[in-house]
């Protein structure tokens, strides 16, 4: 599929229908998209991905070929997005529109296969399935009739001790069999999170690690329910270290080269010129303080300054991804009470 095969001007090629649209693709050559996209993905996941998996790695060249193949993945599901984009040269809505056509008809169809075999099938994520104790025999069934069928190659891609599924799409949480943690979307591993809130978010993923049955889940979820509760209560109190609560982050370039945003880390540094120069490249330590402009240096800023609201709702948003999966409530874990309609037409 390419802008320049799909609905091509050929009356033969009109037979070859996207399921569940009016478009068709051309059957007498590839396009030229399609050919540039099957390449990169060929390389990905015949190579670097396959390479990323082997034992006899350093942990150097795992990283390597991991960051290679995440690089190729977000190159790849770019370069369908843009197919959509006005602003993209070779825009071709319909181009789009049977991508996304034929990506839905073969997870659906491949769910139906699943069913057909006696496979559980739990959860969809636009390229993949969650199912639920399976046998080999069973694997290789669904990897044969979706090569034969739709000429997809499936492969298992991760086998999870216990996974948490919440009512939000694409919002999951699973550990492995090793004990590691992947939760979609982890904002709590960004380099400029404050140390003492990722060092929250990594304590609560070592609590999850631990968990073995439905039992422990739940103890484990009165246990991060305390330690958030703890947390928020020490930052409310003021007594967490500045350095803590410090975000840090590099200057791209230097502070007064900025003139029509200035970000929050270069009002922090125009406040520390004051006492050193800054230029770009350097590393600015600052907190959320109550008056503006709402940052200061660590090094000008006061315990008393520090505004704990803020930081209660980055804290929030940093955990959220967790206490959704595990549907915690974070107002409940506060002791806060929860807002009817009335009450948040009043005070919102």
Not at 20 to 46: A, F, P
Request: glycine share 4%; proline share 3%; with cysteine.
């Amino acid at each position: 599929m390419s802008y320049e095969t799909v609905r091509c001007s050929h009356d033969e090629c009109k037979k070859n229908t996207v399921p569940q649209t009016n478009h068709w693709v051309c059957t007498k050559k590839n396009g030229l998209t399609s050919v540039i996209i099957g390449s990169l993905r060929d390389l990905r996941v015949n190579y670097y991905k396959t390479m990323g998996k082997k034992s006899s790695l350093t942990d150097e060249e795992r990283q390597l070929f991991t960051v290679v193949s995440q690089a190729l993945k977000v190159i790849l599901n770019a370069s369908y997005g843009v197919m959509g984009a006005e602003i993209f040269p070779l825009y071709f809505l319909p181009a789009a529109e049977a991508t996304t056509a034929v990506g839905r008809h073969i997870i659906l169809d491949t769910i139906d296969m699943c069913d057909k075999v006696g496979i559980n099938v739990l959860y969809g994520d636009t390229d993949s399935l969650f199912v639920k104790n399976l046998s080999q025999e069973q694997i290789q069934k669904i990897i044969v009739k979706a090569k034969s069928k739709h000429n997809v190659e499936l492969e298992v891609e991760k086998e999870y001790r216990y996974v948490v599924l919440s009512n939000r799409k694409k919002n999951y949480l699973g550990v492995t069999k090793n004990g590691k943690v992947d939760v979609k979307g982890l904002t709590g591993k960004k380099s400029h999170t404050p140390k003492f809130i990722k060092t929250l978010f990594f304590e609560i993923l070592d609590i999850l690690s631990e968990v073995k049955s439905v039992e422990e889940f739940n103890d484990a979820k009165n246990r991060v329910s305390d330690k958030i509760s703890n947390c928020a209560r020490k930052i409310q109190a003021r007594e967490v270290p500045l350095t803590e609560l410090a975000f840090n982050v590099m200057t791209s370039k230097a502070p007064h080269e900025y003139t029509k945003t200035i970000p929050q880390h270069i009002r922090a540094a125009l406040q520390l010129q004051t006492i050193r120069e800054i230029k770009r490249g350097d590393i600015i330590s600052y907190v959320k303080i109550l008056n503006k402009p709402g940052v200061k240096p660590v090094e000008l800023a006061k315990q008393s300054e520090i505004d704990a609201g803020k930081y209660m709702e980055f804290m929030q948003s940093t955990l959220d991804q967790i206490t959704s999966s595990m549907d915690l409530d974070f107002d409940s874990i506060l002791g806060k009470p929860k807002q009817t309609g009335l009450d948040q037409f009043f005070w919102n």
